[in-house]
């Protein structure tokens, strides 16, 4: 006998969605015991399917080792699950599950004796099989922690993630093979396979397993970087983002591993490339505090115009506006012929202007448009600023 009673990896924040379906299932069980709620009225019958029924048989057990053994893999690997997912999500994979796993159940009972079809489904079982599969696709090489006793010797020992999934699912499949035609009721093999198979579909669809994937190997590269291995780490950084270009986070710790092994030119492409996936999308504060801590190491000439402006607009809308007007003024230093200076010093001003309550700064960058680029689209609204700047320092103020 085997239990696991926890993991090596923390949780990123209390998994309120599984404490509450725990609490859930332990106050229906209370209602149980105190006679207000007949389990067996509310678990799931094959031979008479009902969509009530489906939800209400995952949070009703047949006795306390049931509800107590549930909890604890709810436990165990639900919130580990929740953290990677989110709440709705998480919910709605744990509901699926529990749904996939009445189907299967459903389907390997009408190839058996009818008696097979009347017995009511009770339990979570197989919409925690559903977050068992998903935990281990997601966090693979998580060590999962287990209490045995054998033989009057107890102990624990450690298995990864993964292992521990396919030892469930080739223990629930061998024995729901063993138990086909078998009309005594008991363990619901195949319902625990179901529930299995929906979380590895979302796993897949869901992309939690690539998120997995793509986490294993920021860590390899990571681990060879702190190691020393700079051009190892390099190398492999390299050949994962040529299957998935879009990893920024990668992209950004590649390019600290360029910056440190003295090639500029790469880390700022790699940077580059970094900003440009966050903001495309929507991660703007990831965006801004990248970009502040690579705009003091790096020449600006090694960025496109472009990209300036662009991280001066994010900038502005992270409310970093400091940095947002030494973006813009990079390119007025780094790029002053280029088509997009105009742009820059007027986004400059206004962000001074109406963001830092700066008429001074503002007017110094809108007086260089008219004067540097006067045909430039930029040159008209700098002057209609620069003229109402204009006005309100002209207004008469009282003084008190």
């Known amino acids: 006998m085997f239990f696991p ?11 309120v969605a599984t404490a509450s379906i725990i609490a859930a299932n332990v106050l229906v069980f209370m209602l149980q015991l105190g006679g207000a709620i007949d389990p067996f009225a509310l678990g799931f019958v094959p031979a008479a399917p009902n969509p009530l029924t489906v939800i ?12 107590a053994g549930n909890m604890v893999f709810l436990w165990v690997f639900g919130g580990h699950a929740e953290n990677a997912l989110g709440v709705t999500r998480y919910l709605l994979v744990y509901l699926s599950a529990g749904v996939g796993s009445d189907l299967l159940h459903t389907g390997i009972c009408a190839m058996g004796p009818p008696d097979m079809l009347e017995m009511p489904l009770l339990g979570a079982s197989g919409a925690i099989m559903g977050v068992v599969a998903l935990f ?42 063993l138990s086909l035609g078998n009309t005594d009721g008991g363990t619901a093999h195949w319902a625990h396979v179901g529930g299995f198979f929906a979380g590895a579909i979302w796993a897949f669809a869901g992309g939690s397993f690539k998120e ?25 950084a390299e050949k994962h983002l040529r299957s998935d270009p879009a990893d920024a986070e990668l992209r950004a710790q590649a390019a600290r591993t ?41 020449d600006p000439a090694l960025y496109p115009p472009d990209m300036l402006v662009r991280m001066g607009q994010v900038l502005e809308r992270a409310g970093r506006y400091d940095t947002a007007i030494l973006a813009c003024r990079d390119v007025l230093a780094a790029h002053p012929s280029s088509p997009r200076a105009p742009a820059a010093a007027l986004q400059a001003g206004l962000v001074a202007r109406y963001r830092k309550q700066d008429p001074d700064l503002a007017r110094r960058y809108l007086e260089l448009i008219p004067r540097r680029w006067p045909r430039a689209a930029e040159a008209a609204r700098a002057e209609r600023e620069l003229d109402d700047l204009a006005r309100i320092a002209d207004r008469p103020q009282s003084k008190v």
């Open 5 to 15: 009673y926890g993991t090596a990896r923390e949780h990123d924040q209390f998994p």
């Open 56 to 67: 209400s048989s995952m949070f009703v057990h047949s006795g306390f080792m049931h509800l």
């Open 136 to 177: 281990a696709l997601r966090y693979r090489k998580v060590r999962v922690q287990f209490w045995y006793f054998i033989l009057f010797r107890m102990g624990t020992f450690e298995l990864s993630a993964l292992w521990t999934a396919i030892m469930y699912f080739v223990t629930d499949l061998g024995s729901g093979l």
């Open 212 to 236: 997995g994937v793509t986490e294993e190997h920021r860590e390899h590269v990571d681990d060879l970087f702190q190691s020393g291995a700079q051009l190892s780490a390099l190398r492999e």
């Open 258 to 298: 360029y910056q440190a092994n003295g090639e500029p030119q790469r880390a700022a492409r790699h940077w580059g490339r970094a900003l440009e996936v966050w903001v495309a999308h929507g991660e703007l504060e990831e965006a801004a505090a990248e970009f502040e801590y690579m705009r003091g190491r790096y």
